[in-house]
């Protein structure tokens, strides 16, 4: 079975402030045109967002690579090692 493999959708982060309280939908597929978050273009690709809770306002860094360890939405620096 081939594996399903997210789009690169950039080679750096995005760093985006967000409001505490509200929900995120980060794009895991690579596909959306609303980087880093979803769209709805995931569509046929098997792949799903990822429902991100944010409880305090601040600047995040949003994987943009789609690599970081484990999958998580947040960069840790994996994209240097692309
Ligand atoms: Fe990528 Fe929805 S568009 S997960
Ligand atoms: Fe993906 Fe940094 S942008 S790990």
């Given at each position: 079975m081939a594996?399903?493999?997210a789009r690169r959708a950039a080679?750096?982060?995005f760093?985006?402030?967000v409001e505490a309280?509200?929900?995120y939908w980060w794009?895991?597929?690579g596909q959306s045109n609303n980087q880093p978050f979803c769209d709805g273009s995931h569509r046929g690709t098997?792949?799903?967002p990822v429902r991100t809770e944010i409880t305090e306002a601040?600047?995040?860094?949003?994987?943009g690579c789609k690599h970081a360890a484990g999958g998580?939405?947040?960069?840790?620096?994996s994209h240097r090692k692309l």
């Amino acid at each position: 079975m081939a594996m399903i493999t997210a789009r690169r959708a950039a080679d750096t982060p995005f760093a985006i402030n967000v409001e505490a309280g509200k929900d995120y939908w980060w794009c895991a597929c690579g596909q959306s045109n609303n980087q880093p978050f979803c769209d709805g273009s995931h569509r046929g690709t098997g792949m799903t967002p990822v429902r991100t809770e944010i409880t305090e306002a601040k600047k995040v860094a949003w994987c943009g690579c789609k690599h970081a360890a484990g999958g998580s939405v947040f960069c840790d620096g994996s994209h240097r090692k692309l």
